[in-house]
């Protein structure tokens, strides 16, 4: 799965999960302008393209590649087994990675220089994954096991 980066830089983000690397496309021109190792198992994408970091899902953990220093991993966080596809909302700066195996919602805020910090870890069901983020810090996730979509709101502690 892919994901389109901001439209004037006109970049789209996938994973060649058999060889684990990451790479970007010109979508213009239609051809592959960068390749970077990123983990023996990638999955998910999401795009930061205002700060240029491609975060890449891996089995159980996230890393942060900087586009703008030839793909190099700047920082990581664990998030528990079963990592699959991952959101990112750009205008709060949070990460969500959903851990299907583990059964959490793992929510990082990532810094100006990619290191994440992770606020929350959340439990979730088994099986749940996919997560998308909502508006408010809302999240979403799919349950397919329980036929459900779980929606996940932010503590007002």
């Not at 996938?14 to 051809?31: F, P, S």
């Not at 198992?41 to 586009?67: E, M, N, Q, W, Y």
Request: charged residues 25%; negative net charge.
């Amino acid at each position: 799965m892919g994901v389109p980066a901001a439209e004037k830089d006109g970049r789209f983000y996938t994973n060649l999960e058999e060889i684990g690397q990451t790479i970007a496309i010109d979508v213009k021109k239609r051809e592959v302008m960068a390749k970077w190792r990123s983990c023996d198992d990638p999955s998910g994408v999401a795009v930061d393209s205002k700060r240029g970091f491609v975060f890449v899902a891996c089995g159980d953990h996230v890393i942060v590649l900087d586009t703008a220093h030839e793909g190099r991993t700047v920082g990581s966080v664990a998030a528990g087994a079963g990592v699959d596809n991952i959101d990112y909302a750009e205008e709060t700066g949070l990460l969500y990675v959903a851990a299907q195996d583990a059964a959490q919602l793992t929510v990082a805020r990532i810094d100006d220089s990619g290191k994440p910090a992770v606020l929350a870890v959340v439990p979730t069901t088994k099986g749940a994954r996919s997560v998308v983020a909502g508006e408010n810090g809302h999240a979403y996730l799919i349950d397919p096991l329980g036929g459900q979509i779980l929606k996940l709101e932010p503590s007002n502690k």
